[in-house]
Each structure stands twice: as structure tokens, then as C-alpha cells.
């Protein structure tokens, strides 16, 4: 028997076996395994153990198996922010679905609740027990504006000149702001003009007609930066972050899951 076998079998890591043939030996209080180099046996008590619920186990099993495959029919939920959706998934969802004409997801925008939703697209989540966590793109914070914003707006040298400057801001994400800016995010905000709007994204549009400096992920901006309707600001002053998708490892025996995930990464690594 191999634990690496077993957890290819039930699209688990081989660690997460290992702490479940843990926790039940510890709860038993019998020794159900000889644990040799990439394999393991029975021991005399798991022999006698494995006897006894094999054939419950069958019933179990097929239980399973007929209870999932119904409830994989149901539409995957995949939370992620909204300017990720726009600018990453929206794109290159017709291949998606042109692939897997039985693919079927509901996008909520941003979701705190990981355990409500099938996966969770989170910048710099912290890992958590149960769960498992795809990189997949940088998601680095820096400032941006328009070429002819710069050449018309007072000098610009260092971080505290934007007291002097117009910020675009979002509801949503002026946090970006305040994570940014740091300790100068309250003289900044008392002394610059601030333009806020309700709807994320709004303020991107702004930042490329030129009315004033936006803060946004640098990955969602990058055909505005390659074109040069935009350019960066303090680019050596960027917050580095990432985009990861996060998800129960559970979620793994599904067929359905497992192909989304992988068309996920890919999108994400040709960006």
C-alpha cells in the first residue's frame, strides 16, 4: 500500500492521508500501519480492523460516488474580485465553456467566506488548514496616471508631492490607497483632491482621460502600460502581492473542479 497511491486516488496530498491515518490510529488507540521506505502494511490489529469495515466501507463508497456525481451537476461558485473577473476570466471564458460545453459557474465578486463558495480568487491569503492555494499572478500595487496628466500636473519627485495632485479613487478599493501610502495616507488624503467613485474600475478610465493619479494592481493595467495611455509612478515603491486561487482540497474529486482550476492557472500564466 502507498500513501502517495492513495492520495493520487482521492485527489488529496499525501500529507493530508498521512494526518488522517493519524488521527483515526489516535483515536482507536491501536497501531494500524507499519510504516516502511514509500510504503506501508497492516499491522495484526489494522489486518483485523480492515476485515471487519471493508465491506461497510463498499457501501459507503458507492454512496459516495452516486450522492457526488448529482451534486457535481450543480453550477461551480467561484468568488474573485471584480477587476480580476474583467480583466482575466472575462476575456478567455468563451474558450472555457467551448471546451466543456457542460461547464457551468456562477462568478460572485469577491466572497470573505471561502467555505461558501468552491474556490476564491484572494490577494495574499493566509494559508489555512484544509485548504489549498494555486498562485497565480503578481497582484502588485502601484500608482498610475496618464502621460499627458504628468506633463500638465506640478512636479511630481517623491510620494509626499501627491498632496498636490488629483487621486482617483474607488469605494471599493481605496484601501489600495491607504495600503500604499502607508503612514501618509491621512496628510495626503487632508491636502490632495480627491475624486471618488461608487463602481470599481471607474477610476482606471479616469487615470487613462487624464484627470488624475489612480492606485491599481499593475497585472489588470498591463495593455494600458505596453500602449502607453498609462505609465507607473514610484515603481520601486510598488506593494508586491499576489493573486492566489483558494479552495477546500476536498474539491478535488470533482471532474468539474479540477478542469476549471486547470483552465484558471492557465489563463492566468498567459497573461
Not at 494555486?134 to 499627458?148: I, K
Not at 511630481?156 to 488629483?166: G, I, Q, V, Y
Not at 498591463?222 to 502607453?228: H, I, K, M, P, V
Amino acid at each position: 500500500m502507498s500513501v502517495v497511491r492513495a492520495a493520487d486516488e482521492l485527489h488529496l496530498t499525501p500529507g493530508a492521508i498521512s494526518r488522517q491515518v493519524h488521527n483515526l490510529e489516535t483515536f482507536l488507540g491501536l497501531k494500524l500501519f507499519e510504516r516502511a521506505h514509500r510504503r506501508i502494511i497492516f499491522t495484526p490489529a489494522g489486518e483485523a480492523y480492515w476485515a471487519k469495515i471493508h465491506a461497510a466501507l463498499g457501501e459507503v463508497r458507492e454512496a459516495t460516488r452516486t450522492t457526488s456525481a448529482d451534486a457535481d451537476r450543480g453550477p461551480l461558485i467561484i468568488a474573485a474580485p471584480r477587476m480580476f473577473l474583467q480583466k482575466f476570466v472575462m476575456p478567455a471564458l468563451g474558450g472555457l465553456y467551448a471546451a466543456h460545453p457542460d461547464m457551468a459557474i456562477n462568478f460572485v465578486a469577491d466572497s470573505d467566506n471561502t467555505s461558501a463558495v468552491d474556490g476564491a480568487v484572494a490577494i495574499s491569503p493566509k494559508p489555512r488548514s484544509g485548504f489549498l492555494m494555486d498562485v497565480l499572478a503578481d497582484a502588485d500595487l502601484s500608482p498610475v496616471c496618464s502621460p499627458a496628466y504628468l506633463k500638465e500636473a506640478p512636479s511630481l519627485e517623491m510620494p509626499d508631492d501627491l498632496t498636490r495632485h488629483t487621486l482617483l479613487r474607488s469605494a471599493q478599493y481605496i484601501r489600495n490607497w491607504e495600503r500604499w501610502l502607508g503612514e501618509r495616507a491621512p496628510l495626503v488624503f487632508s491636502k490632495a483632491r480627491c475624486i471618488d467613485f461608487e463602481s470599481p474600475g471607474l477610476e482606471l478610465i479616469g487615470a487613462a482621460e487624464g484627470l488624475g493619479i489612480a492606485i491599481v494592481r499593475l497585472a489588470l493595467v498591463r495593455e494600458e502600460l505596453a500602449s502607453g495611455r498609462l505609465v507607473t509612478l514610484f515603481s520601486d515603491q510598488a506593494v508586491h502581492e499576489e493573486y492566489a486561487f483558494v479552495f477546500s482540497e476536498l474539491k478535488l474529486r470533482s471532474p468539474r473542479f479540477r478542469q476549471f482550476r486547470s483552465w484558471l492557472r492557465a489563463v492566468a500564466s498567459d497573461e
